[in-house]
């Protein structure tokens, strides 16, 4: 079954940026899609962005269009999330996520089926 392992957490300051990994193992075929989910103290788990990466296709929230960027590279079966343009709102913890099919069938964190541990965000 897939493993996911998320790298890449910190601090930055307000207006900097940090670059998470997510390293996956397991997978038997490429039908896949993998999301950046997260959560602030207090608060429910939200989608960030998704990737498909057999099709290419992406996805982002409102809240970080413009300054984040998800992107992969299929031979290290490696996932990033760049995050640029930081502000204390992005403070929380980032989970990486994967499913079986096409990221257009559900992006709730209820349709993803493989988490990793989790990676603090902190802003100031």
């Known amino acids: 079954h897939v493993q996911l392992v998320e790298s890449g957490g910190g601090s930055a300051q307000a207006g900097g940026s940090l670059a998470l990994s997510c390293e996956a193992s397991g997978y038997t075929d490429s039908t896949y899609c993998v999301g950046w989910f997260r959560q602030a103290p207090g608060a429910e788990r939200v989608g960030v962005a998704s990737?498909?990466?057999?099709?290419?296709?992406?996805d982002y929230a409102d809240s970080v269009k413009g300054r984040f960027t998800i992107s992969v590279d299929n031979g290290r079966n490696t996932v990033y999330l760049q995050m640029n343009s930081l502000t204390a709102e992005d403070t929380a913890m980032y989970y990486c996520?994967?499913?079986?099919?096409?990221?257009?069938?559900?992006?709730?964190?209820?349709?993803?089926?493989?988490w990793g541990q989790g990676t603090q965000v902190t802003v100031s």
């Open positions: 996520a994967a499913k079986a099919g096409s990221c257009a069938a559900g992006r709730k964190s209820a349709d993803f089926d493989y």
């Open positions: 990737i498909f990466p057999n099709g290419a296709s992406t």
